[in-house]
């Protein structure tokens, strides 16, 4: 009935899959874990090969690292039920019936919907992390909001999708980094038609990045966003970063935005500012759009 696949990267995740499987013998139904590390030769597999003495479990160390995309493709393959629940290794589940309501929706619900999102929150509460502000501003709202506009909302993090999607719609090999690889999937259920629905079943989100590195993250992100808007895979109206872009372009304010980038990303990492982090990755996109123009000369 039920693949549940984590990809993970130097992060010791046997306790979450500790706690995943005992949920899954309580309910009774037919299951496998699987957890791929993508190359990070990280001494936290030692703990995480402990996920191979659990019952229909198994985890594997890449020798290379393929990228986000590619191991979750990956991870696809390996399934062999009707349903993967993917979920990030740094989640651990608020409540101890996460299992039972994945399994609960899908049974009463999988006629009509080819996935459930469960949602994930942020348990510290930290004013000077930007990723914990970020997260508890932007993707902690409510299963109503989430539902009026799903597809923008659609996170791998905790995710249940029927296998059987996975016949049209991979993830884009293409985009090796982090960021957006979930939006642009999210985005391709939506022109097949297949409907998605968020429910509230939220896992921790643990393993929270300084801001530093959360910034470095941004600008992989920031370069995967140009390049899916370039080959048409978005609409700019999907994502108000890049309606507020396409407005400066408008407005010539390229230069000024590019100037200022230093000045809005070190305001971003001191003060945990969202509004900062904001105008960080404007000016961040008009950098990249800037060094594009200047490779094509």
Known sequence: MLSVLIPTYDYNCFPFVHELHNQLLKEKISFEI?????????????????????WNSKFEALKNNIGRSS?????VKEAKKDWVLFLDADGFPVKDDFIKTYI????????????FIGGRIHKLDQDKNLRIKFGT????LSVNSRNKTPY????????ALKRIVFENIYFNEKLKNYGYEDLLFGNEMRGLGLKVLHINNPVYHLNIDD?????????????????????????????????YFDKINRLGLQK?????????????????SLFYYNLFKLSYLCYLKDQEL???K
């Open 211 to 243: 801001n530093t590195v959360f910034i470095n993250k941004t600008k992989q992100g920031l370069k995967n966003l140009l390049f899916i808007k370039q080959q048409n895979f978005i609409e700019e109206k999907d994502i108000k970063l890049l309606i």
């Open 34 to 54: 699987i957890c791929f590390d993508d190359g990070s030769n990280s001494i936290s597999n030692l703990e995480n090969q402990k996920i191979n003495s659990l």
């Open 294 to 296: 200047h490779e094509a």
């Open 152 to 159: 923008r909302f659609f996170f791998t993090s905790n995710v």
């Open 71 to 75: 191991i979750r493709n990956l991870l």
């Open 104 to 115: 609960k929706n899908i049974k009463e619900s999988s006629d009509y919907f080819s996935g």
């Open 137 to 140: 501003q932007r993707e902690e």
């Open 256 to 272: 000024i935005m590019k100037k200022n980038l230093l000045f809005f990303m070190n305001k971003a990492i001191k003060s945990s």
